[in-house]
């Protein structure tokens, strides 16, 4: 994987992730019936910063959760034969309320997909709305993000790294070559 360019460096992320919160109280008109669900891995530190921040504007302290998605991918033989897996944790009841699923970069839909089937697993929401940090384009699915940090269009030869100090000890978003 070779690094093209810089596409968000941390203060640009915060930036991002801060205008995804205000959006999410303007949406909802405030946050109380929102929950937040991070698609593990990169998606959970997302949801954290979003929650900090919604309980700094509204004062209300959203709780978190966050799925693995990995016997929920349609492609799971094409990522691995042995999957490493994680638990979903959700400690607290998503009838009645609104899901904001948590991910960092939205592609083809797939994750987003297994997602909400999985989701759908733990109880049945009143709405689901999805929030990304990245939008690159190249969907198979008809799946569209509430809440987008930025688009970038890409190639699809190309790919998003997102940096996070909770995986990778640094914080930032590049465009690679595969």
Known sequence: MTTKTQLMDAAQLHRCVTRIAHEIIERNKGVEDVVLVGVR??????????????????????????????????????????????????????????????????????????????LMDVGRARRIQLAVLIDRGHRELPIRADFVGKNVPTAVTEFVRVALPEYDGDTGVWLCDK
């Open 41 to 118: 891995r990169r998606g959970e530190p997302i949801a954290r910063m979003l929650q900090q921040l919604l309980q700094r504007f509204e004062g209300v302290r959203v709780p978190v959760g966050t799925v693995d998605i990995t016997f929920y991918r349609d492609d799971m033989t094409h990522k691995t034969l042995d999957p490493m897996l994680n638990r979903t944790e959700i400690p607290f009841p998503v009838a009645e309320k609104t899901v904001v699923l948590v991910d960092d970069v939205l592609y083809t839909g797939r994750t987003a997909r297994a997602a909400m089937d999985a």
